[in-house]
């Protein structure tokens, strides 16, 4: 951040009616937000949501509650607006855009969206579809990388094409939700292949039971085994990449790193975004500047990827549904934040309105 | 709660398109407000902020830093729209009533609403005032009671009328705010009278030094050993409510309670408006069924009455402001927890339309 709009930004939150840092965290959201956009007060105002959606072919381990069409059946429920993230987004002011990064099915034949265009006008609040399968689920990597390298860089330039799509549509400030049946384990085993302790990434997700948790377990120990090692550094990140996401990580990755370039505010979901951002960050370090931890989840690895971020999360409500549901309510406060300075009194307005007619001095 | 209201609720949440029980706190907020309003799902699309204000006082003993003129000011503030809790409620979706419950001067001759009747239907996002001046100002407890018992009456009763005109006004959700210069150290007297450890109650409030700090701890400390004892049971307390109150604090106990018997939701802002929540909850147990608190604020004696209430914080942002805000946020929360089970999609709902016209089982 500039020392100026630092400076400047400062100044304006003192100068605002109120005791001197009495708004605590939003505070420094609004600090964050004017370094990141360059401007003072920020704006946030205009706010979208990306779910990404994609399959892993770990599932074939049983690693995971729910089949893998759910991820299909929840791409037509946010379409049709009756998803958790639906509302969310509704009552948070996002407009949604589910992304099919790399779903196993077909997709029913939704109108896409051109990631080379903006955002049509008028969208009435409905969602928005981008279609963009890079293929057809991962394979499973119980048994081989989960992508070849060109397919992980499919998904990056993927990503980064959605982020150029959001800043050319004047977005503000991006959510990024997933919704993938297994992604979990993958972002287990990704984050152990980043340097994170194992154990510390595997719990239950959707709520397996102990012995699902202790296959999800082994997989993820075989297949670290098999496919490592992985240096430290980008070379070293980009093949743990493409040994263990799935296609809707890969992308949030390079959705996640596009932003970055474009000085647009990221607010990341739960465990597998999360995952998602600590890949983004080992390929560019300065993509985590743009970050905002949405929500602490419920699952517990997140936690300690988060602080390795240095990410402070912004609620933390017990939830682990993902979509990007902690995402936008997380950047809902972001933008609540960024509207104090906007709109409140200033001591320096020598003169404050009152109703109906008289004025007073501050 | 009745068991049916319970049993619907907690049916209609595990119906919903997503992992049981992955929303956390969301689901308990949605069940708790389902029990008050006794209906499945719960509303809370229309809601309001009470901001009351009233002077104190004990701030003759130097207590503030800020001068007691700026109670006056700060109402001149909301109702021209320029505070941050009217920026919060823009952003958050709640009408503003700024409540003259006591200020110790004269105030512009705003429009007052009258709390015999129900919210104008247009308001046009203005905030509304009501003029309920109990007192100019409350007595310095340093040398006798804040005000009389039958002050206190008055008080409470202006409060009752307010949950009146509320219930009345059809809003399902209301959030109690506080402006009052001094009221921190009102508000650690009175919790201290009703049993908390004085020495975890007295905080800096909006920044003071040392020294006034510790003014303040001996006047609390003379005070209750003048004004005291206040035994156990609502008599005890409405004698605490009495010595230790501003008139805001004892209007907010009685808004609470009548919230409670119009079983409509009641959600804390912070270090104040919780000392006039164990208030009524000491004079009424039955009250805390229909508090939620808001947000867990900076102030350090916060939590421990927090917890004394049986009430976890919605979110904790280390705001320190008051007016309302923390509650407001909070607030928001609930609104957002009441409308997923309203809007979501539910898996015996055979069909869920996809866009633009297939259907897809679940």
């Known amino acids: 951040m500039s020392d100026t709009i630092l400076a400047d930004m400062t100044a304006l939150l003192d100068d605002l009616t109120k005791p001197k840092g009495s708004l605590g965290k939003l505070e420094d959201y609004a600090l964050r937000m004017a370094g990141i956009q360059g401007r003072v007060p920020p704006r946030a105002d205009r706010r979208a949501v990306f779910v990404l959606a994609g399959d892993h072919g770990v599932t074939d381990e049983g690693v995971s509650l729910y089949p893998r069409d759910v991820t299909a059946q929840m791409m037509a429920n946010f379409m049709a607006g009756g998803a958790a993230v639906n509302v969310f987004a509704r009552a948070c002011g996002f407009d949604v855009y ?35 399968k890079a ?32 800043s050319r549509s004047g977005y503000e400030l991006v959510a990024v939700g997933d919704m993938g049946i297994g992604n979990t384990t993958s972002a287990a085993a990704l984050l152990s292949a980043l340097g994170f302790c194992p154990d510390d990434m595997v719990d239950r997700g959707t709520g397996i039971d102990d012995a699902t948790l202790e296959r999800k377990r082994l997989v ?10 992985f240096p430290a550094g980008p070379g070293g ?25 474009a000085r647009v505010a990221c607010v990341l979901d739960g465990f597998p975004i999360t995952a998602a ?13 743009c970050m905002f931890a949405g929500h602490q989840s419920r699952v517990r690895g997140h936690r300690p990827v988060l602080d390795a971020l240095g990410l402070d999360p912004i609620v933390s409500l017990d939830m682990r549904l993902g979509e990007g549901t902690g995402a936008v309510l997380g950047g809902f406060v972001v933008g609540l934040a960024c509207r104090v300075p906007a709109e409140m009194a200033r001591f320096s307005q020598l003169t404050v309105s009152k109703a109906p007619s008289d004025e007073v001095d501050y």
């Open 135 to 166: 293929m057809r689920g991962s394979a499973n990597f119980a048994r081989g990388p989960a992508m070849t390298d060109r397919q992980f860089a499919t998904c990056l330039e993927n990503g980064r094409r959605l982020a150029l799509f959001a």
């Open 277 to 289: 951002a600590a890949l983004a960050c080992r390929l560019n370090p300065d993509a985590a500047a």
């Open 237 to 261: 990140a980009a093949r743990a990449g493409a040994a263990f996401c799935g296609p809707e990580l890969a992308t949030a990755a390079g959705l996640m790193l596009g932003l970055a370039d």
């Open 220 to 229: 993820i120990a075989g297949a670290l085994d098999a496919l490592g090692p």
């Open 98 to 132: 589910a992304v099919d990064a790399g779903v196993a099915t077909d997709l029913p034949a939704w109108p896409a969206l051109d990631p080379e265009r903006s955002a049509p006008q008028e969208s009435g609040g409905s969602p928005g579809f981008f279609g963009l």
